[in-house]
């Protein structure tokens, strides 16, 4: 994907030997892959990070990207409404922020007690640390 898209993909993958169940973890794929897509097709991004940290029931899911940040919606996306519709089904919310300097940060947080993922999935990527690179260009 990077070589398509042209940024580099900043992987940090964190779980615990047990799994969620398939249901939920699919739901998770498709809103990473909505919010990587959304950033492929209009962030003109130069780096994007995607951070899991699974630890059942608990999750964290956060794509984040350096691109030219949330513009004004069209009537035509249904990017956003999709991602908060797949959140919902988990029982949970997606937020979609600004990234500073730039770019957007889109999160998914699961079950009831988030405190206890590791706190370097909830770091700031823009410093890079804790973060695995994977350059795809």
């Known amino acids: 994907m990077g070589r398509q898209s042209g940024f ?23 809103i990473a892959q909505e919010a990587i897509t959304n950033a492929r ?17 608990n999750a964290f899911l956060q794509v984040e990207d350096d691109g030219r940040g949330l513009g004004r919606g069209r009537v035509d996306s249904y990017g956003l ?3 908060r519709e797949r959140a919902k089904r988990l ?8 990234r ?3 770019g957007t940060v889109v999160e998914v947080r699961l079950g009831d007690e988030p405190d206890t993922l590791p706190e ?3 770091a700031p990527a823009a410093a890079g640390a804790g973060l695995e690179e994977t350059p795809h260009r």
């Open 8 to 30: 580099t993909v900043h992987l940090s993958l964190t779980e615990s030997a047990n799994r969620l169940p398939a249901e939920t973890e699919a739901e998770l794929l498709r």
């Open 41 to 57: 097709k209009h962030a003109e991004a130069e780096n994007l990070w995607v951070t899991l940290t699974v630890d059942p029931p």
């Open 81 to 83: 409404q999709i991602m």
């Open 91 to 98: 029982r949970t919310d997606v937020t979609v922020e600004p």
């Open 100 to 102: 500073e300097p730039r």
């Open 120 to 122: 370097a999935a909830a």
